[in-house]
């Protein structure tokens, strides 16, 4: 009965991870210029490679500016100026990438 009660929690809990997981889709940009690039153009990715050597990479959906956490910064700055697809999870406002692709 124990082992069925251990069992029980951790299938709970293992659902209650993935549920947390989220999926967006957004275009990759820099802390300084933000959602002022409102569409991927040449101009803007021009801009956003050049600002983002200095800058965090950050996750523009619609007109919001998600912050992301050091190692997914790293990881968006192959991505700047493009439109991309990412899941991961949020804590505090910050987002941690688990996987991100150029959007299609």
Known sequence: MKKLVIAS????????LTAMAEEMTGYISDAMCGAKH?????????CIKK???HADAVLV?????????ADSSTKAKAFAG??????GTTD??????????KAE
Do not use: W
């Not at 493009?82 to 899941?87: A, E, R, S, Y």
């Open 51 to 53: 600002c983002i050597e």
């Open 61 to 69: 959906v619609g007109d919001k500016v998600v912050k992301l956490d």
């Open 38 to 46: 409102h569409e991927v153009s040449e101009k803007n990715t021009q």
């Open 92 to 101: 505090g406002g910050v987002l941690k990438i688990d996987t991100i692709a």
């Open 9 to 16: 929690l951790f299938v709970a809990s293992l659902g209650s």
């Open 82 to 87: 493009q439109n991309v697809k990412v899941t």
